[in-house]
């Protein structure tokens, strides 16, 4: 019965000692391609400066499948404007590069989440 207790008592305190993360910051970009991006680039930007810390940034980009092809029926390029992006994110110091999660249904081009630990 007392090594229960004892084992309640590490379960209890480790639970107090987890730190509550505040709300994921959500932007939805729609337009061209290369606007996206550099919307997306923008508000990430922001994001690092009222953050403060990029070290605690773990970011996702949902990239709307439907709404990517339409852009590219509509004359917007995927190249070179993705390899720029990519290219300027490599100088903010992320932890990791965002993971970029390819969706199958309709809604706007991209959707940029950024989840912090404060």
Known sequence: MSRGGALGARTVAREDDRETLPAPLVWTFDGPFERCLDDLEDSLRRAIVLIGDVS????????SLPALQARVRAGDRIQPAWGRFVERLSGYGLPSF???RPLRTHGPLATLVVAYRS
Do not use: E, F, G, S
């Open 56 to 63: 605690r940034v773990a970011l996702l980009i949902d990239l």
């Open 98 to 100: 965002p993971r970029v």
